[in-house]
């Protein structure tokens, strides 16, 4: 059976693991004014849109694959290409592919037939589109995890438990560099969780919100003052939980601009030397432009899976 891995553009991985396992993107789309910009996770334009970012461009607005584009892609390409196909997307909290997915393959089963036909193949084809509960670099995770026992022939229903396990275990943690673009992004969807009072005290006192992403819910879990030491707490605490034991063995960072930045932060290199130790793989890459248009550049995530519930002092 040819089993195939489709994510969406939020998931942060490196471009390389993309094409190595052969993972299909659905693209998200950022408008600002009459210009429209496709996330592809091409590492080139990541950094153009950040730099664009920094030099004070921001009203951008995300579009995220349609229904219609989702059953055209599946039914010109992925029917044929695959026997069954997981699509795992970003939090049905934090966006609506997972939606437009789960209304798409309807469509999808139901026609694929004739088109498999019509190219001498015979045999059913599945697709199962699966809620991450998580973001970005949590997403990463389970994608990764999900593309390598593809690739080692594991079957559907090992993968499909093995997903389902980590949509439940996989904890994503996320900090902004400055708190003025996450909060100006807030207002224009609605959200005030970041009001004036707790922005201008933020700002005067360099406190960062970390933001954890849990079980399909998330919001901050911690106020850490400076950027340098909170990168440094998430660094620890994930560093903790690799010797505790991960119930997969990846992790999953990256940053809102070079991720070769990381590499300079305090408490980088503690935590390489720990995950190699204990066999655990590290995946570092730019952050996709979905999280890079709401916290703004400069931010940095991290992910891993657990089976304990972290707390951050």
């Known amino acids: 059976m040819r089993l195939g891995i489709v994510t969406d553009s939020a998931c942060d991985l490196p471009r390389s693991f993309f094409d190595e396992y052969g993972i299909t993107i659905l693209p998200i789309s950022f408008r600002s004014g009459d210009k429209v910009l496709v996330d592809q996770r091409d590492p080139a334009i990541t950094q153009a849109f950040y730099e664009r970012l920094v030099a004070g461009e921001s009203d951008h607005e995300s579009v995220a694959f349609t229904k219609e584009q989702i059953e055209d892609l599946f039914l010109s390409r992925l029917v044929l290409d695959y026997d069954y196909v997981f699509c795992i997307t970003l939090s049905s909290s934090r966006g ?28 059913p084809f599945r697709l199962r589109v699966v809620d991450s509960k998580n973001f970005f670099p949590g997403q990463g995770v389970i994608v990764a995890e999900a593309a390598r026992m593809a690739k080692r022939d594991a079957t559907v229903t090992q993968i499909a438990d093995r997903i389902d396990e980590l949509t439940k275990t996989t904890q994503g943690f996320l900090m902004p560099a400055e708190l003025g673009h996450l909060r100006n992004q807030g207002r224009k969807r609605g959200d005030k969780s970041v009001g004036f009072l707790s922005y201008a005290l933020g700002t005067a006192l360099d406190i960062k919100p970390i933001v954890r992403a849990y079980r399909g819910h998330t919001g901050p879990i911690a106020k850490i003052r400076g950027f340098d030491a909170g990168v440094k707490q998430l660094f620890d605490v994930t560093r903790r939980q690799i010797a505790k034991g991960l119930t997969t063995n990846t992790i999953c960072m990256s940053y809102g601009g070079d991720p070769e930045k990381v590499k300079q932060m305090p408490g980088y290199n503690e935590l390489i030397d720990t995950a190699a130790a204990n066999n655990v793989e590290v995946l570092l890459s730019e952050m996709g432009l979905t999280a890079g248009v709401n916290i703004g550049p400069g931010g940095f995530a991290i992910a891993f899976a657990s089976n304990e519930e972290v707390a951050i002092e």
């Open 96 to 123: 609506v592919t997972f939606e437009n997915a789960s209304q798409a393959s309807f469509a999808i089963l139901n026609r694929y037939r004739e088109v498999r036909q019509k190219a001498g193949l015979s045999g």
